[in-house]
């Protein structure tokens, strides 16, 4: 008796820091940003009620649409562009060629390092007169395609957004460790049928690993909505905020003290992050009942 | 067939060497980079550097405090570390070995956080780490970092200590072992695997943190190495091979863990992969 009391205050113990630290960092933040993106606020006078308001100013606010669509752009990009290159090369790395560990290990690199890191080395790539990009152009003789990648109205956005699709370590390293749990057995059955290892590939691992795939896209996606470090280091949101982000314009409108429109941004950024889950979900399990 | 089978063989190492030079060659380009000076640099990017210049490092040292930053990012980096695993590994075994009524909802909800986009969050923890008086300290990353990767780590852990049997507690307990015993000397040795993969997680995302690094912290005091490099672009624009250089500092001990936790990383995403 005495012993399931005295287990009883060792599990509440135990469990106590992680529970304040949850509630601290997330059930109360969470709460706060739905409140507080309720109010106008400037973060010292006292907050006023004004409902929907903030909602329907950034509805009506250029940056804010230009936020939204980049970061759809690039959370279907990281879907459709990223996630298909995972996993064809996982695929590929799957078959076991020369070398495939070492690739599986360099092709992790980028995931280890920190985004500013990458970020700065793309600066210097992208760079206008010294970048190591119009560099290369004109040594291979193509100078008229020389240009001023950051700074151009139409260029800033697909440039901050492109260099990043490719790397592809981090999906392809989740997606390679599933393909690897599939039984042999499948596979011998097909080979003796005469199925080559593409149909394999396409008939056998790729309905098999469905729900990993289904998981990348989800972390892609809501990837595509986090970003923040490569635009702030590589156009700053600029020029004329067409390469602006939702992160970007929260941590703006937080600066400027506008802590109500701050927080609407916040709900909306939360918002999306929850119906992209939803979305996934969905999508991969009806397409598992059509089968 | 025959040369279809050999097309096939051309085609994927076409691929797969085009990917390893795209993630290759810039990295290799910025040790090179790091070792030049700047007149060799803007004049003909892509020569080796002769001689090598290591006092470029020399510079970056001195011109941007890199000795200080590298200290407060290793210090705010392992205590975050060190904290959440002890945090994590704590609640991980109440969930995993303890039925009780409110049990599952405590783990469903506290990994819900994985998915949560921390950046949203920015104005609540500006204000509340203002609020706790912490505002500019290494205590408010610290504390921040444990707590965002709280969730996975947990999710990691639980999933680790769930595998191991009941018999070996039992065990421990006609031992007379009490609660903290069983949970220090038999569970955290068995769950080791478990508990230093989400630490290695934990500690690469702490050391390459930034956007919390620069929205709670002002002073070079306390501010780390990420942010060193985010000054250094923006004060030293005429100094980039120095800048390169502070680079490969801040990234070679992300790089050494990595090497030395290589199959952690890879067996963690496994796990993770598996239930999602």
């Known amino acids: 008796m005495q012993r399931t009391t005295h287990f009883r205050t060792g599990a509440i113990l135990f469990l106590l820091p992680a529970l304040l630290l949850f509630t601290a960092f997330f059930l109360y933040p969470v709460g706060y940003v739905v409140v507080v993106s309720l109010m106008k606020w400037d973060g010292m006078s006292s907050p006023g009620f004004v409902g929907l308001r903030n909602y329907s100013v950034l509805f009506h606010d ?9 970061n759809l752009v690039w959370a279907c990009a990281e879907a459709l562009i990223q996630v298909p290159l995972a996993i064809l090369v996982a695929l590929l790395l799957a078959r076991k060629p020369k070398g495939w560990k070492l690739l599986r290990t360099i092709y992790f690199f980028p995931h280890v390092i920190s985004g500013i890191a990458i970020t700065m080395l793309w600066v210097a790539i992208y760079n206008n007169e010294r970048g190591l990009l119009n560099g290369f152009l004109r040594l291979i003789g193509l100078s008229e395609w020389e240009h001023n990648w950051l700074g151009g109205l139409s260029s800033a956005f697909p440039s901050v957004l492109v260099y990043g699709l490719l790397y592809i370590g981090y999906f392809m390293v989740i997606i390679l460790a599933d393909i690897s749990s599939v039984s042999q057995s499948y ?23 469905r729900g990993t ?36 314009y929260i941590y703006k409108e937080l600066q400027n003290f506008h802590y109500g429109t701050a927080n609407a941004l916040g709900t909306v950024l939360i918002v999306l992050g929850g119906l992209v889950i939803l979305t996934v979900r969905r999508l991969f399990n009806a397409a598992k009942y059509d089968m | 067939m025959k040369i279809n089978a050999l097309l096939e063989k051309l085609l994927s190492r076409a691929i797969l060497t085009l990917f390893l030079i795209y993630t290759l060659f810039p ?22 550097p002769a001689p090598p210049q290591f ?8 011109s941007a405090h890199l000795a200080l930053l590298f200290s407060n990012s290793v210090l705010i980096s392992f205590s975050a570390t060190a904290l959440n695993a002890l945090v994590a590994s704590m609640a991980a075994y109440v969930l995993s070995r303890y039925k009780f009524k409110f049990g599952p909802v405590i783990f469903s909800t ?35 970092y444990t707590a965002i990767s709280l969730p996975l780590s947990v999710f990691i ?23 903290y015993q069983k949970f220090f000397r038999v569970i955290v040795p068995i769950s080791r695997t478990g ?24 002073s070079e005091q306390v501010r780390t190495l990420q942010m060193g490099i985010r000054y250094f672009a923006s004060q030293f624009t005429t100094d980039f091979t120095s800048m390169f250089a502070a680079i490969v500092i801040s990234i070679i001990p992300s790089v050494a863990m990595y090497s030395v936790f290589q199959n952690q990383i890879i067996s963690g995403l496994t796990q993770g992969s598996v239930k999602g």
């Open chain 1, 62 to 70: 250029e940056v804010f649409r230009i936020s939204i669509r980049n």
């Open chain 2, 157 to 179: 852990i639980k999933g680790f200590m769930d595998s191991i049997p009941g018999e070996l507690e039992e065990a421990a307990l006609l031992d007379g072992c009490d609660f």
């Open chain 1, 187 to 209: 596979y011998e059955a097909a080979s003796i049928d005469g199925a080559t290892r593409t149909q394999q590939d396409w008939h056998i691992t790729l309905p098999l690993i």
């Open chain 2, 55 to 62: 006092g470029n490092y020399v510079n970056a040292f001195k």
């Open chain 2, 27 to 48: 990295m290799l380009w910025l040790v090179m980079a790091s070792l030049k000076t700047n007149v060799e640099l803007l004049g003909d990017p892509f020569r080796l």
């Open chain 2, 110 to 144: 506290l990994i819900t956080g994985i998915l949560v986009p921390v950046s949203a969050l920015m104005v609540p923890y500006f204000t509340l780490i203002r609020t706790l008086g912490l505002y500019d300290t290494k205590l408010a990353l610290i504390l921040t």
């Open chain 2, 195 to 218: 508990i230093v993969t989400a630490a290695t997680f934990q500690f690469l995302s702490s050391w390459n943190e930034f956007l919390y690094a620069m929205l709670l912290t002002s």
């Open chain 1, 213 to 248: 795939i289904a998981t990348c896209v989800t972390l892609a996606m809501v990837n595509g909505l986090r970003q923040f470090e490569q635009v702030l280091l590589l156009t700053g949101g600029g020029p004329a905020n067409s390469s602006s982000v939702l992160v970007l």
